[in-house]
């Protein structure tokens, strides 16, 4: 499973852009990009997946260029609730019997 | 709406006892993992199952074992608990290795 190397923490305000860039240097050629949040006392929500280019859902986007080695994570206009624990996790998708495996994640904080 | 039902949200147990802690899927997922977070330590996953009855380790697996007879559910055992395994523990389900659903976890200490 390819290592992903993520900031331990970032700070922002309510309304801004909020972009978490990740480095997976080894991913191979069928690993997938997955991100999770994660609040306190919950377990993990799935939030969004690509494989190349650019990914948006209701939530965010996912930005991960060709050469694969890094995304970025965007949460548009964040608010208080934003505030949580994001995970950068990289690996193989469809595929059964493959772990996943969880790094250190980024520690999101909003402020007003 | 998917679910992931673990049997405990909070449970209290002694040293030396042995320790289930269940967890059922309504999805009919091939996978289940467990795991335990820790402050400052994050996820680290103890086992993960892939199939009836199959099961491989995961970072942290000594002092745990699990069984899954069903594909639906998926349980740890602490053969012997010891305060150091005084954790949160999620359980959680994917089909292959795509999105995965977690439960609501199990805050576990051992006195």
């Known amino acids: 499973l390819a290592k992903t190397t993520q900031p331990i923490s970032m700070d922002s305000y309510e309304g801004q852009e909020v972009n978490i860039t990740c480095s997976h240097n080894?991913?191979?050629?069928?690993?997938?990009i997955t991100w999770y949040q994660q609040f306190p006392s919950q377990g993990p929500r799935f939030i969004i997946q690509?494989?190349?280019t650019k990914v948006t859902n209701e939530v965010a986007s996912l930005f991960i260029p060709a050469d694969r080695k890094s995304s970025t994570l965007s949460l548009p206009r964040v608010s208080l609730s934003d505030t949580a624990v994001y995970y950068c996790?990289?690996?193989?998708?469809?595929?059964?019997?493959?772990?996943?495996?969880f790094g250190s994640g980024t520690r999101l904080s909003i402020r007003p | 709406d998917v679910k992931v039902t673990q049997s405990s949200r909070y449970l209290v147990k002694r040293t030396g006892e042995k320790v289930f802690l269940e967890c059922v899927q309504d999805?009919?997922?091939?996978?289940m993992f467990w795991y335990r977070q820790d402050p400052g330590l994050g996820l680290r996953l103890i086992y993960f199952?892939?199939?009836?009855?199959?099961?491989e380790k995961g970072d942290i697996p000594e002092g745990y074992s699990v069984s899954r007879e069903k594909k639906e559910r998926f349980s740890l055992i602490l053969e012997s608990a010891s305060t150091n395994q005084t954790s949160m523990y999620l359980c959680a389900s994917s089909l292959q290795s795509r999105e995965a659903f977690f439960g609501q976890g199990t805050r576990l200490t051992v006195v």
């Open positions: 999805m009919d997922h091939e996978n």
């Open positions: 080894n991913i191979a050629t069928n690993d997938y």
């Open positions: 199952s892939y199939d009836v009855k199959m099961k």
């Open positions: 690509g494989y190349k």
């Open positions: 996790l990289v690996g193989p998708t469809y595929s059964s019997a493959s772990k996943i495996i």
